[in-house]
């Protein structure tokens, strides 16, 4: 059989998408996510103005044979808007082919090497008494792992934390509109203040440690904003408290930088959700620089390319830990599910809950049970996009925020 159509959606039920649908000449049909939050039509174009015409008429079942055409054909590689357009190529025909075989894609990985995947939830609060309670919510829910952001005195509303009300939890997240909902035409701002920040944050771990005891597995993401003398500081500053991990502590494409950071401290690191391939992780990981790889299937080119970067993880005793935000859609949450429930090497998995209104356009089979997801067993990937559904909601413009310091330069965020 060959591929007949591969079309474009770019919906926005509460939040941009991008998804790409790919039908065979025997009418399977496959998805593939290709959102790049802020950036979306970047990739919409990619794959509608130079990919779809090269792929009708190919073979859907030459998985490998069609990323190696898409990476290497084009002469151009890499960066985010290509490899999350081959990407979105690359889980289509993953659906495709487990489809067509009558299984759920995990099993075509090597089959399930777990029960269920862990997950993170993300809590946060302006301050120490917002954040307990938002802990506390995450473990009445079953949660054994929580990311935990906290508002610093002296700054506003900064990266990651949220009102805590139902229904706010992940207000922080979506890319932002106009406030009266319309498209945006440029970022809103946010300031930041390094000194600050490392004098405050440490000691909120300890609150939690006497709060919540030594079980509760807490991450914490620097969202690579220190440098890496100042991520050294805080990692060795924060040891006490065992943090499952420090999440983005330095921009992490500077590979070498982490030598500084690991060789003051033992709190695990993990890097990555802005890197879109393996090279990005080369010295990280034979160097043994990071304890966990947090790349998303949507934005490193897909499962096959997953499948590659976390077996050469593997083998450095680095684990997964697979993004999981909101931007990636839930055509991307479940091949990120399929693949945490195959590899050896799992992790913990990153999870943000999308809200109804996604939910209504995605038909998703992957459940939730106290703290742990399950890619179900529907075949192929499990989820379906309804057209007519998402048809209801325009892409709407909208811009991740922009950080600035105090004194009004731009800074990493
Ligand atoms: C995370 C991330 C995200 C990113 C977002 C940008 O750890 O989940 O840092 O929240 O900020 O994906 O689009
Ligand atoms: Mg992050």
Redesign the pocket.
Known sequence: MTIERADVICTSPGRNFVTLKIVTSDGVVGWGDATLNGRELAVASYLADHVASTLIGGDEDRIEDTWQYLYRGPYWRRGPVTMAAIAAVDMALWDIKAKKLGVPLYQLLGGASRDGIRVYGHASGADYAALKDAVSGYLEEGYTAVRVQAGVPGLGQIYGVAGNKPGTRYDYEPAHRAPDGSPATRPTEESWDTPAYLAFMPEIFGHLREDFGSGLRILH?G?HRMSPIEAARFAKDVEPHRLFWL??CTPGEDQSALRLVRSHSTTPLAVG?VFNSVYDYQTLITERLIDYV?SSVTHAGGITAMKKLLDFAAIYGVKSGM?G?TDVSPVGMAAALHLDLAIHNFGIQEYMPHNETTLEVFQTSYTFDRGFLHPGDATGLGVELDEKSAAHFDYTKAYLPVNRLMDGTVHDW
Do not use: A, C, M, N
């Open positions: 993401d969202h999440e983005d959700e947090r993004h935000p």
